[in-house]
């Protein structure tokens, strides 16, 4: 399955947004043991693009791991030769869109507005990043949808177990998800058996 297909079946993508990622292959593969399928690590990190490189031979065909907070093409160009698989951004830049396209790595830029959000497909985005999602509501994401049904969104930000499915019954594409699975408590005290629980716990919360 393409990245795209795996994140349209799972609809889960976890953010990975650390400041140490030394341990981000046992970060990975707790995800991945609660039954997570997407990744994506944030450039916020400057390590990120080597991990993603060194992650992407550690894996299998049915995990996709991707990029985020891309912000300009010259960054696209350096995830898609580290193996990044999509490309997440918290903006709309037309560099990025083109950039991935030529690539032919799909494009996920954040927006906010009905108008941005068209723009970003319009654009060539593969997927919406609907960004920051806490502001807007779960509701949100089917009022944009009704005009406008041809879109694929992704809510981020805000994202937790509880509001979950509603995001999803609401019509969203899939969801990001960040400090809500990823805890950086247990991060911190490396208690990869609690982030396993807290990863399957999404999925199962999906059914």
């Given at each position: 399955m393409s990245a795209l297909e795996i994140i349209a079946k799972h609809k889960l993508v976890a953010i990975v947004r650390l400041d140490d990622l030394s341990i981000?292959?046992?970060?990975?593969?707790?995800?991945v043991a609660g039954g997570i399928r997407a990744v994506e690590f944030t450039l916020t990190n400057p390590q990120a693009t080597e991990v993603i490189a060194a992650l992407r031979a550690r894996v299998g065909a049915d995990i996709a791991i991707g990029a985020g907070s891309v912000i300009n093409a010259e960054q696209a160009r350096a995830v898609a030769a580290a193996?990044?698989?999509?490309?997440?951004?918290?903006?709309?830049?037309?560099?990025?869109?083109?950039?991935?396209a030529a690539l032919s790595l799909p494009a996920m830029p954040g927006a906010?507005?009905?108008s941005e959000i068209q723009q970003a497909w319009e654009w060539g985005a593969a997927v919406v990043k609907v960004f920051p999602a806490n502001?807007?509501?779960?509701?949100?994401?089917?009022?944009?949808?009704?005009?406008?049904p041809h879109l694929r969104l992704m809510p981020t930000g805000g994202v937790s177990l509880d509001n979950l499915r509603e995001y999803i019954e609401m019509g969203a594409f899939a969801v990001g998800l960040g400090s809500s699975l990823i805890n950086n408590q247990a991060v911190a005290k490396r208690d990869w058996a609690a982030l396993r629980d807290e990863a399957r716990a999404y999925v199962q919360r999906l059914g």
């Open positions: 981000a292959a046992e970060l990975l593969d707790a995800l193996g990044a698989q999509f490309v997440v951004s918290p903006i709309t830049k037309r560099e990025i869109l083109d950039e991935c906010f507005t009905p502001h807007l509501g779960r509701r949100y994401i089917k009022d944009v949808l009704a005009p406008l």
